[in-house]
């Protein structure tokens, strides 16, 4: 594990293995870090181990989360997505393979549309997206603004370091509840901000992060216009709508879609297509829809 310092952002890592680079955003929403790999079909797959025979890969814990530090300004995919560029900046790396399942799929879709010249191929599993995952994480972001505008800052910032949990476990700590844990001095600077300012950032965060049920990340704009190899396969609940997976696989140019049902999907399928689609991308195989 190591340490860089990326737009003044602290930021916990790692890299392992050889070949080419795969840039690895993690999955379990605001709790995106390292550690988020190790569960379901991910667990078992060993993925750090099972993908580093392949690549060279790069996991991180994305600003916010983790052992990452964070900063109070309005977060967006866009935001996210330079995080994870300037940490292959750091390590000097050009291009690379991207995948990100989850919550993921926004951050690493983001990346494609802002570096597709820095992409070799992507890959977007179980994206979340759909009402009940829309719903929900706005909901988050509301408990939060109405526990500051009833307690203040100084009480979220107890209630964060008093009861140790993610944004996602306890909304009303905030999204900048891992720093506040993390990093006494973010602590001390976060309790003394303007109340009002603070909770339009917060506002403005949610908006732009989940301004409707599409699958969360780029506009349908945007992904109508980005040619880059992509794999996608669909989860199926509440947060992992099947339509958000449909929506990639109807906008996407240059998409391979895994069709089978979360039910049926196994570690040894998930390894099996990234790396089909890795063989297949690397032969120029992955074609581009006709109009």
Not at 93 to 121: E, H, R, S, T
Not at 193 to 198: A, G, K, L
Request: hydrophobic share 40%; charged share 20%; proline share 5%.
């Amino acid at each position: 594990m190591a340490y860089a310092t990326l737009d003044g952002i602290k930021t916990h890592y790692m890299t392992q293995g050889s070949g080419p680079h795969l840039l690895m955003m993690a999955p379990r929403g605001f709790n995106s870090r390292i550690e988020s790999w190790d569960g379901g079909k991910w667990k078992e797959m060993d993925v750090f181990n099972a993908l580093s025979r392949h690549f060279t890969i790069v996991a991180y814990d994305r600003r916010e989360a983790g052992l990452s530090g964070g900063r109070v300004e309005v977060l967006t995919w866009e935001r996210f997505a330079q995080h994870g560029k300037l940490l292959l900046e750091h390590l000097g790396v050009d291009k690379a393979w991207v995948i990100g399942p989850c919550m993921g799929v926004a951050v690493a879709a983001q990346f494609a549309v802002l570096y597709p010249d820095n992409v070799i191929g992507l890959m977007l599993p179980q994206p979340v997206g759909g009402h009940r995952w829309f719903t929900r994480l706005r909901s988050f972001f509301d408990r939060h603004v109405a526990f500051t505008r009833e307690h203040g800052l100084q009480e979220v910032v107890q209630r964060a370091q008093s009861q140790g949990k993610t944004f996602q476990d306890d909304p009303e700590a905030g999204p900048w509840s891992t720093p506040i844990r993390n990093d006494a001095g973010f602590a001390a600077r976060y309790a003394k901000q303007e109340v009002e300012r603070y909770l339009q950032i917060v506002a403005a965060s949610r908006d732009a992060m989940f301004p409707s049920s599409f699958v969360s990340g780029p506009s349908a704009e945007d992904l109508l216009q980005m040619e880059i190899p992509t794999l996608v396969w669909a989860g199926d609940d509440p947060s992992h709508a099947t339509s958000a997976a449909h929506q990639l696989r109807e906008l996407l140019p240059c998409v391979e879609y895994w069709d089978v049902h979360v039910s049926k999907q196994t570690h040894e399928g998930q390894l099996e297509q990234i790396l089909k689609f890795k063989a297949a991308v690397e032969a120029g195989a992955v074609a581009r829809k006709t109009a």
